[in-house]
């Protein structure tokens, strides 16, 4: 699953954009939708989450704020903005371009005929 994990790490920000686009939510619910998702065959390091939390919030794609839970523990939530939806779209966009590409790459047209008459 590392080459899984790893080209999917690529596209953390355009995950959790994806998850907001939905609905506002706070990091471990995001996590744990993940999980859920992939049938627990990836879940995002709680470094690597809260590190795209921070750049997405610097590049103004998403707002956070406090909720107002009964539990005692206050979560941190977070939100798109419309600036953030238009960059979720693009990178959706680039994410089923590059797709295409993959698979037109490594899709095999038919077998590579062998001149030795194996």
């Known amino acids: 699953m590392s080459i899984a994990s790893d080209l999917i790490r690529g596209h953390t920000d355009t995950i959790i954009l994806a998850h907001l686009t939905e609905e506002d939510s706070y990091g471990y ?13 990836y879940e995002l390091k709680e470094a690597t989450l809260y590190t795209a939390f921070r750049r997405l919030e610097s ?7 406090w909720g107002d839970e009964n539990t005692g523990a ?4 977070y939100s798109i903005t419309p600036e953030g939806d238009l960059a979720y779209q693009q990178m959706k966009t680039e994410w089923d371009e ?5 698979d ?6 038919k077998k590579r005929e062998d001149t030795n008459g194996r």
């Open 74 to 77: 206050r979560r941190r939530y």
């Open 29 to 41: 619910k995001i996590n744990k939708d993940i999980q859920v998702k992939t049938n627990n065959q």
């Open 104 to 109: 037109i790459l490594i899709k095999s047209s």
């Open 59 to 65: 590049a103004g794609y998403i707002c956070s704020y």
């Open 98 to 102: 590059a797709k295409g590409l993959i």
